[in-house]
């Protein structure tokens, strides 16, 4: 695993996607994410006076500390039995985030708090159909696994994939109102196109896009 350093056009790039690096491939494609920093922020009262949407987005990067404390904030794990910050239907934990950056697709992976590279090219025009999509630097993918989800019948998977999904979208919000970083989740996706682009399973549903920057 190797630390990521910030990029001047896009995010994060793995020292380890450099050619030659002798780590397994396993390990060459895993950017490891600064200690998210749990304290801090501001009070959150006036975190909720501000929490809004906002379409008009910078492609200024976001520094490595930020993403990670991003996405730390939306499901990162903070407590020692690896639950997270947002809550689960029956703990399911079934709700993963993609992270779009110029420099590819990452799945967030909570538990290590680290990215996992799945796709190494610039989907983040095709993870909306709003123009800013493809600017701005970080849109966030939410995708219910629908395989971890027990033997829930479709309709509750459904409510239940939606539901979690929202609590993950409000703590992007808090953050950012927080940071002062422009966001708004989305639901106008091409969630079938977009799940192709990403390799997704048959039981891996898109349920939400979420872009993410400094405000333009
Ligand atoms: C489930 C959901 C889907 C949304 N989809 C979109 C979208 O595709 N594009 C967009 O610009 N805003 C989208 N929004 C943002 C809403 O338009 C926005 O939350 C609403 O206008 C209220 O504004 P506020 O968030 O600033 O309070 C969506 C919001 C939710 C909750």
């Given at each position: 695993?190797?630390?990521?350093?910030?990029?001047?056009?896009?995010?994060?790039?793995?020292?380890?996607?450099?050619?030659?690096?002798?780590?397994?491939?396993?390990?060459?494609?895993?950017?490891?994410?600064?200690?998210?920093?749990?304290?801090?922020?501001?009070?959150?009262?006036?975190?909720?006076?501000?929490?809004?949407?906002?379409?008009?987005?910078?492609?200024k990067?976001?520094?490595?500390?930020?993403?990670?404390?991003?996405?730390?904030?939306?499901?990162?794990?903070?407590r020692?039995?690896?639950?997270?910050?947002?809550?689960?239907?029956?703990?399911?934990?079934?709700?993963d985030?993609?992270v779009?950056?110029?420099?590819?697709l990452?799945?967030?992976?909570?538990?290590?708090?680290?990215?996992?590279?799945?796709?190494?090219?610039?989907?983040?025009?095709?993870?909306?159909?709003?123009?800013?999509?493809?600017?701005?630097?970080?849109?966030?993918?939410?995708?219910?696994?629908?395989?971890?989800?027990?033997?829930?019948?479709?309709?509750?998977?459904?409510?239940?994939?939606?539901?979690?999904?929202?609590?993950?979208?409000?703590?992007?919000?808090?953050?950012?109102?927080?940071?002062?970083?422009?966001?708004?989740?989305?639901?106008?996706?091409?969630?079938?196109?977009?799940?192709?682009?990403?390799?997704?399973?048959?039981?891996?549903?898109?349920?939400?896009?979420?872009?993410?920057?400094?405000?333009?």
């Amino acid at each position: 695993m190797k630390a990521m350093r910030a990029l001047g056009a896009g995010v994060v790039i793995a020292a380890a996607l450099a050619v030659g690096a002798a780590a397994p491939a396993q390990d060459a494609q895993t950017v490891e994410l600064p200690k998210p920093q749990m304290t801090g922020g501001r009070p959150l009262m006036e975190v909720l006076k501000d929490r809004r949407s906002q379409r008009s987005f910078s492609t200024k990067p976001l520094p490595p500390q930020v993403l990670s404390n991003l996405l730390w904030a939306a499901c990162g794990v903070n407590r020692p039995d690896g639950r997270r910050t947002a809550p689960s239907a029956v703990n399911w934990q079934e709700v993963d985030v993609y992270v779009a950056t110029s420099d590819g697709l990452y799945l967030f992976d909570a538990k290590a708090h680290a990215l996992k590279l799945v796709v190494a090219k610039d989907l983040r025009a095709q993870t909306g159909g709003q123009p800013f999509v493809g600017q701005a630097p970080v849109n966030l993918i939410y995708v219910a696994d629908y395989a971890r989800m027990g033997r829930a019948s479709d309709r509750d998977k459904d409510f239940y994939a939606a539901a979690d999904t929202g609590f993950i979208s409000q703590n992007v919000y808090l953050f950012c109102a927080s940071e002062g970083l422009a966001t708004v989740v989305r639901g106008m996706v091409d969630k079938a196109a977009l799940g192709t682009a990403m390799g997704l399973r048959p039981e891996q549903r898109v349920t939400l896009a979420q872009t993410v920057g400094y405000p333009g």
